[in-house]
């Protein structure tokens, strides 16, 4: 039975879920979810997965949400090596420290920083929010500054699930080459992945395309410049 992920590719943590099965080879039975159209809340979603979120994935009779939940089903049960996410335990813990990372404090940030333009249509963004923005970039320019990758020199979940949240990011605050030299070079690594475009990519364009929409003018550098002073 194919493996069913209800999804919808403006959102970060699915881009992630994305970018992992097209690394190992997966397809998915795609359901659409419409956010905007509050699907998640109907009752036949709901029975599936209380918590109303996406990415949320089901694999015959086995029901998991979380991103980086999905993330590491998925490589565990469907990879043929464990290279994205090792098995040996400080391999691994360091990969798990930067997923909770991107999900206790990256994708929070980034959420509380473009949901209530695209949700409330609000239009000034706060200076405390592009700071906290700001800030998780050093963070992550700082765990870069001596290896390739977010948990070493390979390749792993955790670069799947930071990326596409800094991305989403990006479409606000452009990653400056200058002050975050490691950051920006680790980003370009990522876009270079030859699967990039279609599993980030493409829905990072459509949110970008809204949120531009919402907020009635381009989202560019000097207009962030503009609103963080
Ligand atoms: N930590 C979760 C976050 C998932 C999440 O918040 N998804 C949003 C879309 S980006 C969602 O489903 N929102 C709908 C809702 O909460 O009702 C993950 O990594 O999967």
Same mark, same amino acid.
């Given at each position: 039975?194919?493996?069913?992920?209800?999804?919808?590719?403006?959102?970060?943590?699915?881009?992630?879920?994305?970018?992992?099965?097209?690394?190992?080879?997966?397809?998915?039975?795609?359901?659409?979810?419409?956010?905007?159209?509050?699907?998640?809340?109907?009752?036949?979603?709901?029975?599936?997965?209380?918590?109303?979120?996406?990415?949320?994935?089901?694999?015959?009779?086995?029901?998991? %949400?979380?991103?980086?939940?999905?993330?590491?089903?998925?490589?565990?049960?469907?990879?043929?090596?464990?290279?994205?996410?090792?098995?040996?335990?400080?391999?691994?813990?360091?990969?798990?420290?930067?997923?909770?990372?991107?999900?206790?404090?990256?994708?929070?940030?980034?959420?509380?920083?473009?949901?209530?333009?695209?949700?409330?249509?609000?239009?000034?963004? *706060?200076? !405390?929010?592009?700071?906290?923005?700001? !800030?998780?970039?050093?963070?992550?320019?700082?765990?870069?500054?001596? *290896?390739?990758?977010?948990?070493?020199?390979?390749?792993?979940?955790?670069?799947?699930?930071?990326? *596409?949240?800094?991305?989403?990011?990006?479409?606000?605050?452009?990653?400056?080459?200058?002050?975050?030299?490691?950051?920006?070079? %680790?980003?370009?690594?990522?876009?270079?992945?030859?699967?990039?475009?279609?599993?980030?990519?493409?829905?990072?364009?459509?949110?970008?395309?809204?949120? !531009?929409?919402?907020?009635?003018?381009?989202?560019?550098?000097?207009?962030?410049?503009?609103?963080?002073?």
């Amino acid at each position: 039975m194919p493996l069913k992920l209800f999804y919808n590719d403006m959102s970060p943590p699915v881009r992630a879920v994305l970018l992992t099965a097209k690394a190992i080879n997966l397809e998915f039975d795609l359901r659409e979810i419409d956010i905007a159209n509050k699907e998640q809340l109907a009752p036949e979603f709901m029975e599936i997965n209380p918590q109303h979120t996406i990415p949320t994935l089901v694999d015959e009779d086995f029901v998991i %949400w979380d991103s980086h939940a999905i993330a590491g089903y998925l490589v565990s049960k469907y990879s043929e090596d464990d290279s994205l996410y090792p098995k040996e335990p400080r391999k691994r813990a360091l990969v798990d420290q930067r997923l909770h990372f991107d999900s206790g404090i990256l994708f929070p940030r980034v959420q509380n920083l473009v949901y209530p333009i695209i949700t409330f249509n609000d239009k000034e963004i *706060s200076r !405390e929010k592009l700071s906290a923005i700001n !800030e998780s970039y050093k963070f992550m320019d700082k765990f870069l500054e001596n *290896s390739t990758f977010l948990a070493g020199e390979s390749l792993t979940i955790a670069d799947f699930c930071c990326v *596409s949240t800094i991305s989403t990011a990006t479409i606000i605050i452009p990653v400056s080459v200058e002050r975050y030299p490691n950051l920006s070079k %680790w980003y370009q690594l990522l876009k270079n992945l030859p699967y990039y475009e279609e599993a980030n990519g493409v829905g990072l364009n459509k949110l970008d395309a809204l949120v !531009e929409s919402k907020l009635g003018r381009p989202c560019h550098e000097d207009c962030m410049c503009n609103l963080a002073k």
